[in-house]
């Protein structure tokens, strides 16, 4: 026996210093002893009670097991905390070394060290002790012993989680995919010196965690990028693979260290955090409201991959014969692995160049991240022998669109395997499907199951008023999904008959024209059916964008019953263009085999896999994302401002001047700049801007007044509003009072542009547009083009024959965007869109250029945008042809015109016309996007006021989602004169209990009107509750001056808001009261 394997005792006893007491020495001798004899004891009583020496020796085995699995963790525990410590120095003197003898121009920024983050986790480490010691035992510890009578005594006797802090090894941000999104991948390294103790007194019971290992790759994804605070929408979190995790446990958790059972522990514990955190779940926490988190947390796949599983060659031989003196062969299969989904082929006997012929089918969630791990082994009765491993970053193949290769076997001498991956994209329109089931058909492998046409993506989020159990009690559902012979179980939501379950479930589908989803909703024992629910698939095809989202109805279940449900069908497309990238196949060894049928591999007339290969060809459309086009136009009519605050003082303010005014509109971090009005407090600017926006949760659009000065210029106000409001009523024209400051409002008038596809329209918009004109000389657009670059083909070669970096620049009117430089192709690809307002698309010109990314010209092309005008729908989408380069060369392309209709145009009548008077204009009001009022009946001075009473037209409501009520002042009618030239009236208000008078707002002033419109609005901060506690006091005043004898007040009215549907919101008139009633 080693000294380390000795026991401590006897060690300690040997080592005692020669002055020790005899006393002392006397009982660390005993204590060794009484050791000595316990560990004899177990024996001994094994004898006597007759027990055989086997189940002595078994017991003995499992206590060595378990003593050499502790000093393992411990051992691994321990070196990772070392090299987490000495990690600079081992870097700075191995790795650095190396890079000495390299060129100075090279680096590796694919992952970036922040040492700046490990250093503030370092310092705030103690304190996040604090906090997580103050969560275990205030909050976690008692709703332990609440959930179980058996877990009462619970409590966390130590909580220290040490002195070693969370490390980031790494991180790697991804931009290039979309740019709504940042994506972070975080290289998490964890070895720390962790100590928890729980004890549970009841039972004696003591366990705990000393030590913790966390290594793996965190993706974090901050989408969507709004343009207000906090800047990011939501924040997802997953790992992509499973993290590395190794627990050192204690007390007595102590037996989970058993051999056989430390596995299990291990991959229970995995398949919890798997169940939450690694892909295709995910963490998603929601920054903003009005977010959609169920498309976050359940995204849609980015694709399918299918995976031919083609061949193997010279692979190393396990079986070997005589003790490895002559050499055997080997039985070899793979096993296919992308993130959880996991495939194994059949195995060969005895051959080392093997043929599989099978193909898979997975699921993309994320790329890049997500790689394909093929590993090989050799099939032996007890345990496989390993023959090699090839991993593949599907960014690759999405890229490619069809790799088609052999990869060479890593981590043994030799073997190869040859691969054909394929990138199904995923159409949201059946018009390809018979195509894609008919390709399918041609398709041949030895798998049990065909190719699939489509996948179905469900999102299970909640059900409505289920069955009660028997005793009027609670169910606990649980519903199972079945397409066919695939059924697929949702999460159990105990206790409650309306359960939230958020579960996502993905199937492949061969035919959806054949084939039915059902859901059955069930107790958790499975023996009560609350429900059921069946969809045939054909039902799907029939809606927009082969999507179903909304409640349904279950049968056999009580009236009331529903369930929500989203259910997205995707058709799987590969593109014509799908050619392999590698074409040219291994010559092949001797020995490896005959192709199907008796043909030579080389020489088998079907493709890889068993395909039909068909002749090479390049794809006859674009396939742009399906969000492409989705973008709108908001236009931006400044018209003019009221009672602006006097800034130009003179004399010390003594003298009251006035204000050079101009204003900063902004809006989706692009800034508009009006031009400055010298003194005047009542201006009028006339300016319109155009702006397109992509349609995201919480935008926003600021205005700020300022008063232009030598120095710096004084601000006059500001107001905001919510670009949700504007397209739900689609055209706004109202006065907005300024915030921050005494006075002064703003006329705007605001309109997001429908747009159509209407050419007849067109010509009735342009003529409406060349009767306007502007202070700032901008034309309005009729039009907006979206462009989508796809790809190009036949590009020339560079003068020195090596092939060309292609960047686009695409020109319209002035304006330029370039594509991004692709790598060296003669036919690059870019995958790009852009957009651009039109003015008059009958005279205007889209210009595309290609050139080498060091200025040689690589051909241009010439688009008259008349021509996409007379195309079905106004899309052009095709191969066109470039000018001064190769005959064959080519670029696809899509340009998609929409014009931009406007109400102004559609209201507006000629003076000749049928049933007109003048040369009069109707123009469509503002309603509040909350109230839903878009369909009522306009503005109007004449209707239904039979009594002919002094009235005022007012829209109260509340919005929950901002916590805000709302009052809109529109206008007043039939108001009394004040004097022989009419009246100058304003309303005024209070909301009532208000001491301090914070809600005293009014309008502003009509001159010389007895029907005035004002169209203010007018927002407070008041909860639902507090609203309905307030009571209107409104009054419709004469603006006199000081020394006037003319009468001030016209009408009153007083309106409690708790008879009022706030909810709902209520727009109607309400008779004035005079001041003597």
Same mark, same amino acid.
């Given at each position: 026996?080693?000294?380390?394997?000795?026991?401590?005792?006897?060690?300690?006893?040997?080592?005692?210093?020669?002055?020790?007491?005899?006393?002392?020495?006397? *009982?660390?001798?005993?204590?060794?002893?009484?050791?000595?004899?316990?560990?004899?004891?177990?024996?001994?009583?094994?004898?006597?009670?007759?027990?055989?020496?086997?189940?002595?020796?078994?017991?003995?085995?499992?206590?060595?097991?378990?003593?050499?699995?502790?000093?393992?963790?411990?051992?691994?525990?321990?070196?990772?905390?070392?090299?987490?410590?000495?990690?600079?120095?081992?870097?700075?003197?191995?790795?650095?070394?190396?890079?000495?003898?390299?060129?100075?121009?090279?680096?590796?920024?694919?992952?970036?060290?922040?040492?700046?983050?490990?250093?503030?986790?370092?310092?705030?480490?103690?304190?996040?002790?604090?906090?997580?010691?103050?969560?275990?035992?205030?909050?976690?510890?008692?709703?332990?012993?609440?959930?179980?009578?058996?877990?009462?005594?619970?409590?966390?006797?130590?909580?220290?989680?040490?002195?070693?802090?969370?490390?980031?090894?790494?991180?790697?941000?991804?931009?290039?995919?979309?740019?709504?999104?940042?994506?972070?991948?975080?290289?998490?390294?964890? $070895?720390?010196?962790?100590?928890?103790?729980?004890?549970?007194?009841?039972?004696?019971?003591?366990?705990?965690?000393?030590? #913790?290992?966390?290594?793996?790759?965190?993706?974090?994804?901050?989408?969507?990028?709004?343009?207000?605070?906090?800047?990011?929408?939501?924040?997802?979190?997953?790992?992509?693979?499973?993290?590395?995790?190794?627990?050192?446990?204690?007390?007595?958790?102590?037996?989970?260290?058993?051999?056989?059972?430390?596995?299990?522990?291990?991959?229970?514990?995995?398949?919890?955090?798997?169940?939450?955190?690694?892909?295709?779940?995910?963490?998603?926490?929601? !920054?903003?409201?009005?977010?959609?988190?169920?498309?976050?947390?359940?995204?849609?796949?980015?694709?399918?991959?299918?995976?031919?599983?083609?061949?193997?060659?010279?692979?190393?031989?396990?079986?070997?014969?005589?003790?490895?003196?002559?050499?055997?062969?080997?039985?070899?299969?793979?096993?296919?692995?992308?993130?959880?989904? #996991?495939?194994?082929?059949?195995?060969?006997?005895?051959?080392?160049?093997?043929?599989?012929?099978?193909?898979?089918?997975?699921?993309?969630?994320?790329?890049?991240?997500?790689?394909?791990?093929?590993?090989?082994?050799?099939?032996?009765?007890?345990?496989? +022998?390993?023959?090699?491993?090839?991993?593949?970053?599907?960014?690759?193949?999405?890229?490619?669109?069809?790799?088609?290769?052999?990869?060479?076997?890593?981590?043994?001498?030799?073997?190869?395997?040859?691969?054909?991956?394929?990138?199904?994209?995923?159409?949201?329109?059946?018009?390809?499907?018979?195509?894609?089931?008919?390709?399918?058909?041609?398709? @041949?492998?030895?798998?049990?199951?065909?190719?699939?046409?489509?996948?179905?993506?469900?999102?299970?989020?909640?059900?409505? +008023?289920?069955?009660?159990?028997?005793?009027?009690?609670?169910?606990?559902?649980?519903?199972?999904?079945?397409?066919?012979?695939?059924?697929?179980?949702?999460?159990?939501?105990?206790?409650?008959?309306?359960?939230?379950?958020?579960?996502?479930?993905?199937?492949?589908?061969?035919?959806?024209?054949?084939?039915?989803?059902?859901?059955?909703?069930?107790? /958790?024992?499975?023996?009560?059916?609350?429900?059921?629910?069946?969809?045939?698939?054909?039902?799907?095809? $029939?809606?927009?964008?082969?999507?179903?989202?909304?409640?349904?109805?279950?049968?056999?279940?009580?009236?009331?019953?529903?369930?929500?449900?989203?259910?997205?069908?995707?058709?799987?497309?590969?593109?014509?263009?799908?050619?392999?990238?590698?074409?040219?196949?291994?010559?092949?060894? $001797?020995?490896?085999?005959?192709?199907?049928?008796?043909?030579?591999?080389?020489?088998?007339?079907?493709?890889?896999?068993?395909?039909?290969?068909?002749?090479?060809?390049?794809?006859?459309? @674009?396939?742009?994302?399906?969000?492409?086009?989705?973008?709108?136009?908001?236009?931006?009519? !400044?018209?003019?401002?009221?009672?602006?605050?006097?800034?130009?003082?003179?004399?010390?303010?003594?003298?009251?001047?006035?204000?050079?005014?101009?204003?900063?509109?902004?809006?989706?971090?692009?800034?508009?700049?009006?031009?400055?009005?010298?003194?005047?407090?009542?201006?009028?600017?006339?300016?319109?801007?155009?702006?397109?926006?992509?349609?995201?949760?919480?935008?926003?659009?600021?205005?700020? !007044?300022?008063?232009?000065? #030598?120095?710096?210029?004084?601000?006059?106000?500001?107001?905001?509003?919510?670009?949700?409001?504007?397209?739900?009523?689609?055209?706004?024209?109202?006065?907005?009072?300024?915030?921050?400051?005494?006075?002064?409002?703003?006329?705007?008038?605001?309109?997001?542009?429908?747009?159509?596809? /209407?050419?007849?329209?067109?010509?009735?918009?342009?003529?409406?547009?060349?009767?306007?004109?502007?202070?700032?000389?901008?034309?309005?657009?009729?039009?907006?083009?979206?462009?989508? *670059?796809?790809?190009?083909?036949?590009?020339?070669?560079?003068?020195?024959?090596?092939?060309?970096? $292609?960047?686009?620049?695409?020109?319209?009117?002035?304006?330029?965007?370039?594509?991004?430089?692709?790598?060296?192709?003669?036919?690059?690809?870019?995958?790009?869109?852009?957009?651009?307002?039109?003015?008059?698309?009958?005279?205007?010109?889209?210009?595309?250029?290609?050139?080498?990314?060091?200025?040689?010209?690589?051909?241009?092309?010439?688009?008259?945008?008349?021509?996409?005008?007379?195309?079905?729908?106004?899309?052009?989408?095709?191969?066109?042809?470039?000018?001064?380069?190769?005959?064959?060369?080519?670029?696809?392309?899509?340009?998609?015109?929409?014009?931009?209709?406007?109400?102004?145009?559609?209201?507006?009548?000629?003076?000749?016309?049928?049933?007109?008077?003048?040369?009069?204009?109707?123009?469509?009001?503002?309603?509040?996007?909350?109230?839903?009022?878009?369909?009522?009946?306009?503005?109007?001075?004449?209707? +239904?006021?039979?009594?002919?009473?002094?009235?005022?037209?007012? @829209?109260?409501?509340?919005?929950?989602?901002?916590?805000?009520?709302?009052?809109?002042?529109?206008?007043?009618?039939?108001?009394?004169?004040?004097?022989?030239?009419?009246?100058?009236?304003? *309303?005024?208000?209070?909301?009532?209990?208000?001491?301090?008078? @914070?809600?005293?707002?009014?309008?502003?002033?009509?001159?010389?009107?007895?029907?005035?419109?004002?169209?203010?609005?007018?927002?407070?901060?008041?909860?639902?509750?507090?609203?309905?506690?307030?009571?209107?006091? !409104?009054?419709?005043?004469?603006?006199?001056?000081?020394?006037?004898?003319?009468?001030?007040?016209?009408?009153?009215?007083?309106? +409690?808001?708790?008879?009022?549907?706030?909810?709902?919101?209520?727009?109607?008139?309400?008779?004035?009261?005079?001041?003597?009633?």
């Amino acid at each position: 026996m080693s000294a380390s394997d000795a026991d401590p005792g006897w060690v300690a006893a040997a080592r005692a210093p020669p002055d020790q007491p005899p006393g002392e020495r006397a *009982v660390t001798v005993l204590w060794s002893f009484g050791k000595c004899l316990a560990a004899l004891l177990p024996v001994y009583l094994a004898g006597y009670y007759g027990f055989s020496i086997s189940v002595v020796l078994f017991v003995l085995m499992i206590y060595m097991g378990w003593k050499h699995g502790r000093l393992e963790k411990m051992l691994r525990l321990k070196s990772a905390m070392y090299h987490l410590e000495t990690e600079t120095d081992i870097t700075s003197s191995k790795v650095f070394r190396t890079k000495m003898d390299m060129p100075p121009w090279v680096n590796f920024p694919d992952v970036e060290k922040v040492e700046w983050i490990n250093k503030i986790l370092q310092q705030a480490w103690p304190f996040i002790g604090q906090f997580l010691e103050k969560l275990l035992v205030e909050t976690i510890a008692p709703a332990i012993r609440a959930s179980s009578m058996h877990l009462q005594t619970l409590s966390f006797t130590k909580v220290n989680i040490g002195d070693k802090a969370l490390r980031l090894a790494g991180v790697k941000a991804h931009t290039e995919n979309d740019k709504r999104q940042v994506i972070l991948d975080l290289y998490l390294s964890y $070895a720390g010196d962790v100590e928890v103790n729980v004890e549970i007194k009841k039972y004696f019971c003591k366990a705990g965690v000393k030590g #913790i290992q966390l290594h793996g790759m965190l993706r974090v994804i901050l989408e969507p990028l709004i343009g207000d605070m906090p800047l990011v929408g939501a924040v997802t979190m997953f790992f992509i693979r499973k993290p590395k995790l190794d627990i050192n446990w204690t007390g007595l958790t102590n037996l989970l260290d058993i051999p056989g059972l430390n596995a299990i522990s291990d991959t229970m514990i995995m398949d919890a955090i798997a169940s939450h955190l690694v892909l295709p779940n995910r963490l998603t926490v929601p !920054l903003v409201a009005d977010l959609h988190v169920a498309q976050l947390r359940s995204p849609l796949p980015r694709g399918v991959v299918r995976i031919h599983l083609l061949e193997a060659e010279d692979l190393t031989a396990k079986d070997t014969i005589i003790r490895g003196l002559i050499d055997g062969k080997s039985d070899p299969y793979c096993v296919l692995r992308v993130g959880t989904q #996991i495939f194994t082929s059949h195995h060969v006997d005895n051959n080392l160049n093997p043929q599989w012929r099978e193909m898979y089918e997975v699921i993309v969630h994320e790329v890049p991240g997500q790689e394909l791990e093929v590993e090989v082994f050799d099939k032996d009765p007890d345990q496989d +022998d390993f023959l090699g491993r090839v991993k593949i970053d599907l960014a690759i193949v999405k890229k490619a669109r069809v790799v088609d290769d052999w990869f060479n076997l890593k981590d043994v001498p030799s073997g190869s395997v040859h691969l054909r991956l394929e990138w199904l994209s995923l159409l949201s329109s059946a018009d390809r499907l018979s195509e894609v089931i008919q390709k399918n058909q041609d398709l @041949t492998s030895k798998t049990a199951d065909p190719p699939s046409a489509a996948i179905l993506a469900i999102y299970l989020d909640q059900a409505y +008023d289920l069955p009660m159990r028997k005793g009027n009690k609670d169910p606990s559902p649980i519903v199972q999904v079945s397409i066919q012979d695939t059924t697929k179980e949702s999460k159990i939501c105990y206790g409650t008959n309306r359960p939230v379950w958020e579960d996502a479930f993905t199937f492949f589908i061969q035919d959806p024209g054949q084939q039915d989803i059902d859901f059955q909703v069930k107790d /958790d024992d499975h023996a009560l059916s609350l429900g059921s629910l069946s969809i045939p698939l054909t039902r799907i095809m $029939a809606t927009p964008e082969l999507t179903m989202d909304q409640w349904f109805h279950l049968e056999n279940s009580d009236s009331a019953s529903r369930i929500y449900i989203k259910i997205v069908l995707r058709v799987l497309w590969l593109s014509d263009d799908a050619t392999p990238t590698t074409p040219s196949p291994r010559p092949s060894s $001797a020995g490896s085999g005959m192709g199907q049928g008796g043909f030579p591999a080389d020489l088998n007339p079907m493709g890889p896999g068993g395909l039909v290969k068909p002749p090479p060809t390049r794809p006859q459309h @674009t396939t742009p994302d399906p969000e492409f086009a989705t973008e709108g136009v908001l236009r931006i009519h !400044l018209v003019e401002a009221q009672n602006l605050i006097a800034k130009d003082n003179f004399m010390g303010g003594i003298v009251k001047g006035k204000s050079d005014p101009y204003v900063k509109i902004r809006v989706a971090g692009i800034t508009f700049r009006s031009h400055t009005i010298k003194e005047n407090l009542n201006p009028l600017w006339n300016e319109l801007y155009e702006v397109i926006l992509t349609q995201l949760p919480g935008q926003e659009i600021q205005f700020e !007044l300022f008063d232009k000065d #030598i120095d710096q210029d004084d601000f006059l106000g500001r107001f905001k509003i919510n670009l949700r409001d504007i397209i739900s009523a689609q055209m706004i024209d109202m006065w907005y009072t300024l915030n921050d400051v005494k006075s002064g409002r703003v006329h705007l008038m605001l309109e997001w542009l429908p747009r159509v596809s /209407d050419l007849p329209r067109l010509e009735q918009i342009l003529q409406y547009q060349s009767q306007q004109s502007y202070q700032n000389k901008v034309v309005p657009s009729t039009a907006v083009l979206f462009v989508y *670059v796809e790809r190009a083909h036949g590009l020339p070669l560079k003068k020195n024959g090596k092939e060309p970096k $292609a960047v686009a620049e695409i020109v319209l009117k002035g304006v330029t965007h370039k594509t991004k430089i692709c790598e060296r192709s003669t036919s690059p690809r870019w995958d790009e869109a852009f957009h651009y307002l039109v003015r008059d698309p009958r005279d205007e010109t889209l210009t595309v250029k290609l050139s080498h990314s060091s200025g040689q010209s690589l051909g241009s092309l010439t688009l008259p945008l008349r021509e996409v005008l007379l195309e079905p729908g106004m899309v052009l989408d095709r191969w066109l042809s470039l000018e001064g380069v190769l005959p064959e060369s080519q670029i696809l392309l899509r340009a998609t015109l929409k014009i931009l209709d406007t109400q102004l145009a559609a209201c507006r009548r000629d003076p000749g016309e049928a049933g007109t008077e003048g040369t009069g204009e109707f123009i469509p009001r503002w309603v509040p996007s909350h109230l839903d009022l878009r369909h009522r009946s306009g503005f109007s001075m004449a209707s +239904d006021n039979a009594n002919g009473a002094s009235q005022v037209k007012l @829209t109260i409501a509340h919005d929950q989602d901002e916590n805000r009520l709302f009052i809109t002042i529109h206008g007043c009618r039939a108001l009394a004169a004040c004097s022989k030239d009419g009246a100058d009236p304003y *309303v005024s208000f209070i909301l009532l209990p208000d001491k301090k008078a @914070t809600t005293k707002r009014r309008t502003g002033t009509k001159k010389r009107d007895l029907n005035p419109e004002f169209n203010e609005r007018f927002d407070f901060d008041f909860t639902l509750e507090e609203s309905t506690q307030r009571r209107l006091d !409104l009054s419709v005043k004469n603006s006199v001056s000081f020394m006037s004898r003319e009468r001030e007040l016209i009408g009153k009215l007083q309106l +409690d808001l708790d008879q009022i549907d706030l909810k709902a919101g209520v727009t109607q008139w309400y008779d004035l009261v005079a001041e003597a009633n």
